[in-house]
């Protein structure tokens, strides 16, 4: 059976409506990307929409479908609970953005969107560097917690 991947996780209820049995979801062809560029807690600025030029930080992560949400960027506004007594309710929603064209890193150094490539240190660590000033785009503690909220050195 084919899954929809979306920006809900698999336990998530939504989820499990988007793909009962009877769904009829449209194929949707992604191609995975073999070294996964940003993650939680990094610096982007974003390339495409209203958006453009801005920076922020990656909030979610779905390799899923190689997206990621960006706190406070690339956001719309939903009308809730409008009837004929109530006006209804704006909460403001945040939408995805593709890793691979929407989105690039923050060069640490100079704060503008620049590109990277993987390399090795001496110790055999690898890193991301900025193709363009060669400093080290460090990856932030925030990608290695977990659902739980924990990092890998409080677990025992």
């Known amino acids: ?3 929809h991947f979306s920006d809900c996780r698999p336990w998530e209820t939504q989820f499990q409506e988007r793909n009962t049995l009877m769904a009829h979801n449209r194929k949707i062809f992604i191609e995975p990307l073999t070294d996964w560029p940003i993650f939680k807690g990094d610096r982007v ?3 495409v929409g209203k958006d453009k030029g801005k920076q922020g930080i990656v ?3 779905f390799q899923e479908r190689n997206w990621v949400i960006v706190e406070g960027l690339n956001c719309k ?3 809730m ?3 004929d007594e109530y006006p209804g309710a704006f909460y403001q929603e945040e939408r995805p953005l593709k890793v691979t064209t929407d989105v690039q890193l923050v060069d640490p150094s100079d704060l503008k969107a620049t590109e990277f490539e993987w390399r090795y240190l001496e110790t055999g660590e690898r890193v991301r ?3 363009r000033t060669g400093r080290l785009i460090p990856i932030p503690i925030a990608s ?8 890998k050195m409080q677990y025992a």
């Open 1 to 3: 059976r084919q899954l």
């Open 45 to 47: 600025e974003v390339l």
């Open 129 to 131: 560097v900025s193709t």
């Open 77 to 79: 506004m939903e009308r």
């Open 144 to 151: 290695q917690e977990t659902y739980d909220y924990k990092s």
């Open 59 to 61: 909030k979610y992560v």
């Open 81 to 83: 609970g409008k009837s």
